[in-house]
Each structure stands twice: as structure tokens, then as C-alpha cells.
């Protein structure tokens, strides 16, 4: 099978998306498989991958808001480059002119829209969280699903990366086909690389002791992810308790973060580790992750904490929300910073040996990224006989409803 992701979210310097298809595109090819991706980059070109997979690189303008990034603006070079790839499934997860773009190609592939994202939960919600509620919200940007509807008539399915996302959806009146949650690399990330060493160093470096409380806050520097937030939660605890945070990341609000923090006496930012072996090592070694985005609709980061034996303290709402079990989690109300304290404060209180257990135990159960990539080949293939009239129809995995 081969699968081509046409995809303006994949970037050299990118986060989980780059990620996520990196990995995809050696286990496709260990599956004998294999997966090209369609990127808009700075420059033109066709960069092969040893492990297996293609990346085809249109040149396409620098995205104004994040640099990171550029945006594909000629629809007609995808659907050539499409013609040229001829393959048997088409991805693409950008709603607005690539999706297009891939709907309106007339070759015979069968055609996906894999939902990453929820702008409105991601953009809208947010601008507009203190002068409106959520549904009010929802009510208000019903124009964004209508035009989602407009283009997915033309796909011939809708699967999304986990159930938080397909609920969003399937609330707003859309049909999610398939709820395909994703997987990490697991052999990356273990409780066994924890290193009390290296702990007392970060924490030496964030002013406590050894027997200080090491927060990790990983991810963009991005609006959506509510560093502010965390920031605020870790000075609250910090009154009373010895917590440390430790931010790293980058993004289009480093600047105002770094204003922010530059007069906290607990709170450092460092950025981007992209030792993959190094950053592991550090996650296993601080005591819990910390994450402020209640519109994150799976979070690879969570899963990898888990992986790592590190306990969650995340918001009620979000992807995260749906893997922080009782055991080694702590939830707070969503865009409440005292809220977040509170949830930072029972963590600490909690038994460490019994805490400690149940990370490492949920560490061996977190879900790999050969398990989303097999069930995602089989949810297609059987896509692709139902078409053909081999089967009667598609399997739809249940996202289920709150």
C-alpha cells in the first residue's frame, strides 16, 4: 500500500506532527509499506529517508505567523504531484486549501482527512474564552463545521487522531469514520533512565534541594499550550511547597515567557532538546509533567511522560485528559490557575512509593507507534475493499460520547 500524506504541518524544526511521521515512515516501510510525504518547504526537493519513506518538498511560502512553518498556495502542484505519486491512499489533515486541493483531485485513491487539530477549540474558543462560554462559542463558529462538511463530502473518510477529537466533532454534527489514537516510540522513554543525579542538578539550577519538587512543562511556545498558566500554578504551589518548573521548548512566545519569568526564583526555561536520548533522560528524572491546553485533542507528550514513569498533572478537558488515569494523574479545572496549584499540591501530597508504582506500571501499558500504524493499514485496507465491493462496509471504530 502506498500512502501519501500531503501535509503543510510537517516541518524540519516542527513539533508532534514531524514526529509522528518520522516514525510512520520506517514502520510503514518495516511493514512493507510505504508512505510519502507531500510538505511545503522553503525550498524544492525530494529527500529520501534511510529507514524508509519519502518526503517530496514544494516550495511554498514562510508562514507569517510562525516561522516554522510554510503554506502550500497552488493547489494545482498538489494535484500534479498527486498524479505523479499515483497512490493508493491520500492524507491530508489541513482544512483549507490543501484540503481542497486533495478533494477536488480526480485520480482513483481513496481519499482521507486525518483530523490533528481543532481550530476551534485550539483558536476560536480561546480568543474569545472571556466574553463568550464554550457552546456560545461553538454556536458562533457553526460556519467553520458547515464549511469542514463542504469539503469532507468529497472525502471518502474522516478519522481522527483519538477520541477526544472524534467527540469534538461527532458533538458538532460531523461523521467521524474511525478513531485511530497514536503511539510513541516507546524505546526511547523508560522509569529506568531516572538519574538522581541529574535531578539534583536540575533542581540545583531551579534554586531547591534535593528534596524539592521538579515540575517538567514541555511543548511549543504557543499560545494554545497556556504556559502563563502553568507558570502562575508553580509559583502558587511554590508558596508552601519546595516546586521547581523546568520549561522547555520554543515558539513564537518565547520572549513574552521569558519576561515573565525572568524575576521567578523556581522557574527556568531551556530551549528545544533534540537528543532524543538526552530528553528521555530528563523526563524520567524530573517528578511529574505539568500541561496547561485544555484544546490539545491527543498530546504525544503525555504519552511519552507516561512512558517515562512520570506521573500528569494536565487539564479536565483535552487529549490529555483521556490517558491521565487516578492512579499516577492529577486533573484540575481547565484555564484555572489556582485550580492547577491545587492539583500540584495533592500531588505532592500523595505516598511517592505508591505514586511511583503506578507510573512505572502504567509506563509498560503506553499505547507504541507500531500499534497505531498496523490498526491505521488494516482501518484502510478494509476502507479499500469496501469500496471495491469486497466486504459491505466500513468498520467504524467508536470514539464514544460524553
Known amino acids: 500500500m502506498r500512502i501519501v500524506d500531503v501535509n503543510e504541518y510537517y516541518s524540519p524544526t516542527g513539533g508532534g506532527v514531524r514526529t509522528y511521521l518520522d516514525r510512520k515512515m520506517a514502520i510503514m516501510a518495516e511493514m512493507g509499506h510505504e508512505l510519502v510525504v507531500v510538505a511545503a518547504g522553503r525550498e524544492e526537493g525530494v529527500e529520501e529517508r534511510p529507514g ?13 505567523l510562525d516561522t516554522n512553518y510554510c503554506v502550500f498556495i497552488d493547489k494545482a502542484r498538489i494535484r500534479a504531484k498527486l498524479d505523479e ?12 486549501g490543501t484540503a481542497w486541493a486533495v478533494a477536488e483531485w480526480p485520480g482513483n485513491a481513496l481519499k482521507v482527512y486525518f483530523g490533528h487539530n481543532d481550530n476551534i477549540g485550539a483558536y476560536f474558543a480561546r480568543w474569545l474564552e472571556d466574553f ?4 456560545q462559542v461553538e454556536q458562533l463558529f457553526g460556519f467553520y463545521t458547515r464549511y469542514m462538511g463542504r469539503f469532507l463530502q468529497y472525502f471518502d473518510a474522516f478519522v481522527t487522531n483519538g477520541p477526544e477529537l472524534a467527540i469534538r466533532h461527532e458533538r458538532r454534527g460531523l461523521k467521524v469514520h474511525a478513531a485511530m489514537p497514536l503511539g510513541i516510540e516507546t524505546g526511547y522513554f523508560s522509569p529506568r533512565l531516572r538519574d538522581e543525579r541529574l535531578r539534583e542538578t536540575l533542581l540545583a539550577q531551579l534554586g531547591l534541594p534535593k528534596d524539592g519538587h521538579l515540575l517538567l ?18 509559583e502558587a504551589a511554590g508558596t508552601d511547597l519546595p516546586v521547581g518548573l523546568l520549561l522547555i521548548g520554543d515558539g513564537i512566545h518565547r520572549r513574552r515567557i521569558e519576561k515573565r519569568v525572568a524575576d521567578s526564583p523556581h522557574v527556568r526555561m531551556f530551549r528545544p532538546v533534540y537528543d532524543r536520548i538526552q530528553l528521555s533522560r530528563i523526563m524520567a528524572s524530573c517528578d511529574a509533567l505539568i500541561h496547561g491546553s485544555d484544546a490539545e485533542p491527543f498530546g504525544l507528550v503525555g504519552s511519552e511522560a507516561i512512558a517515562s514513569g512520570l506521573p500528569l498533572i494536565v487539564p479536565d478537558t483535552g487529549g490529555l485528559s483521556h490517558i491521565a488515569d487516578p492512579l499516577f494523574a492529577e486533573k484540575y479545572r481547565a484555564r484555572d490557575p489556582r485550580s492547577a496549584a491545587d492539583a500540584i499540591r495533592r500531588m505532592f501530597a500523595r505516598e511517592p512509593a505508591i505514586l511511583r508504582a503506578a507510573a512505572v506500571h502504567a509506563a509498560s501499558k503506553v ?23 469486497r466486504t459491505r462496509r466500513y468498520r467504524v471504530i467508536s470514539s464514544g460520547r460524553r
Do not use: F, N
Not at 55 to 62: D, E, G, R, T
Not at 85 to 96: F, G, I, K, N, Y
Open 52 to 64: 524508509g519513506g519519502v518526503i517530496h518538498w514544494l516550495k511554498s511560502p514562510v508562514l507569517p
Open 85 to 96: 505519486l499515483r497512490p493508493d491512499v491520500v492524507e491530508t489533515s489541513a482544512p483549507w
Open 132 to 135: 463568550a462560554s464554550v457552546d
Open 217 to 234: 512543562g514541555l511543548g511549543r511556545h504557543h499560545p494554545e499550550k497556556r504556559w502563563p498558566l502553568v507558570i502562575d500554578a508553580a
Open 367 to 389: 499505547r507504541t507507534d507500531r500499534d497505531h500504524a498496523e490498526a491505521l493499514v488494516d482501518c484502510y485496507q478494509e476502507m479499500l475493499d469496501a469500496r471495491a465491493g
